[in-house]
């Protein structure tokens, strides 16, 4: 740790310190009390610091904040959460609750311990009041610890903590801002946060979604998930151990061509898996920031909206910083080792034989392709029609550049490309572009093209 380091994370710590309105505890569990230390090291810690606790012990634990599942998890640290804050303001808020904003903050948190190989991951959370007096709410944050020296994770920690509190007590109102310093003086490489959640009083109307999309946005984490009901979740713990359905796009609109090729993917897909997996089954609309991107800046709003009518059609969302295939296989592979299903179209496949994909991996196509097609991950091939000539393209029928036809051929005979049944042609000869253009010419025929649910989003192009 260099010494501008050392100097700045002490004086966030300071300038909290010195915040007299704010007072707090901290309950440290996995790596002792690294976060509260900083604040002892920065002086004036008699300013912010109420106690500190670290029930390592489990039992001890378990008497302090009840029963748990796993100690490592989001329910045990809003157990500390409850605890710890209503403690501080049983205890205090008698003689100072008029002019102070309590806060608890709280982690636990998994580092690297003997013969240890991982995942070293924590969540860490901050209950705390907008202002004396207020309903509390809550900052719920996952992070995963990628440095594998034990005595780095500590460091990493604890400047995390000071980060967290400092962002949320002085940049809260700004979005970019907020997430950019959570990781101020951290390799975003080595401390990832795939989690960032504000509950309570004072946050009912805050989207959660636009907090994970800045995380993925400013490289915090690789990938961020919404559920079906809206909700951000923790990829590793909504994907674990579970079979996935996943159709790349813009989804820009949502069409009906979407809905029914996934549909189908997913029926081929079933019928290759036991009935135990398919029972376990998740469908996923992955949309990755180079999409996003494609026009400039991100339209929050327009964002929302495209987000709410996949969420309206019942489809979990993936928002990933992964343009490639074989990057994204390798992204799923660290969440699950059940099979995967990769749905594509004609199109799409083509793209894949390109040099530009490839040129910046050492073992080129072969090295990219080997790479797509681990873990159980197959590429679910949807057809192709021409629209000049008629011609119908299915994964079989298709042709892929000369100098790679025998590796092609390889994969369908290995069922590593499977040919995903489907003919409508009414929709499969409008493109997610034909129907930009119909809506900007106010013709009505995308109506039968675009799902009820999504017709608000796609008025965007009007």
């Not at 719920?140 to 000071?162: A, F, K, T, W, Y």
């Not at 004072?202 to 800045?214: H, P």
């Not at 928002?319 to 179209?345: H, M, V, W």
């Not at 790479?371 to 994964?395: C, D, H, I, M």
């Amino acid at each position: 740790m260099n010494a501008k380091t050392l100097a700045f994370t002490k004086d966030k710590a300071l300038q909290i310190n010195l915040e007299k309105s704010i007072y707090g505890t901290f309950a440290e569990i996995g790596a002792g009390q690294e976060t509260a230390n900083w604040f002892f090291r920065a002086s004036g810690a008699a300013g912010t610091v109420a106690k500190t606790v670290s029930a390592y012990d489990m039992t001890m634990s378990d008497s302090f904040y009840g029963d748990v599942n796993r100690y490592v998890s989001e329910d045990r640290l809003k157990n500390m959460l409850e605890y710890e804050f209503e403690q501080l303001v049983k205890h205090l808020g008698p003689t100072r609750g008029e002019n102070t904003r309590f806060f608890a903050f709280c982690n636990t948190v998994k580092v690297k311990g003997y013969r240890d190989n991982g995942p070293w991951h924590g969540w860490i959370g901050v209950r705390f009041q907008l202002k004396p007096g207020a309903a509390p709410s809550d900052l719920i944050i996952h992070v995963r610890l990628n440095d594998p020296d034990h005595s780095s994770q500590m460091h990493d920690l604890g400047i995390l903590g000071v980060n967290i509190l400092h962002s949320l007590f002085f940049k809260r109102d700004h979005l970019t801002d907020f997430i950019d310093s959570l990781v101020d003086n951290l390799d975003p490489n080595l401390v990832e946060i795939d989690v960032v959640r504000f509950e309570g009083h004072g946050f009912s109307m805050v989207d959660n979604r636009l907090f994970a999309l800045q995380l993925v946005q400013s490289g915090l984490t690789p990938a961020t998930l919404f559920l079906a009901d809206g909700q951000v979740a923790q990829a590793a713990d909504a994907l674990y151990k579970r079979p996935i359905v996943l159709m790349r796009g813009s989804f820009n609109p949502v069409c009906n061509l979407h809905m029914e090729v996934m549909s189908q993917v997913r029926k081929t897909f079933l019928n290759r898996l036991e009935e135990s997996q398919a029972a376990r089954c998740l469908e996923i609309c992955e949309i990755s920031m180079n999409n996003l991107l494609r026009e400039g800046d991100v339209d929050h709003l327009e964002f929302l909206d495209r987000a709410d009518s996949l969420k309206a059609l019942g489809k979990n969302v993936l928002i990933t910083k992964s343009p490639r295939f074989d990057n994204l296989s390798g992204l799923l592979s660290r969440y699950t080792k059940e099979p995967i299903a990769i749905a594509l179209s004609i199109g799409l496949l083509n793209e894949l034989f390109k040099e530009k994909w490839t040129k910046d991996i050492p073992g080129g196509i072969l090295e990219s392709f080997g790479k797509t097609f681990q873990n159980k991950t197959r590429l679910y091939v949807s057809p192709w029609l021409n629209r000049k000539s008629g011609e119908f393209v299915t994964a079989r029928t298709f042709r892929a550049p000369e100098q790679f036809t025998h590796l092609y051929q390889h994969f369908l005979a290995n069922e590593l490309v499977v040919d995903v049944p489907f003919f409508n042609e009414f929709l499969l000869r409008h493109t997610p572009r034909d129907i930009q253009r119909m809506i900007s010419a106010d013709d009505d025929t995308w109506k039968s093209l675009v799902p009820e649910e999504a017709h608000r989003s796609a008025l965007h192009f009007k």
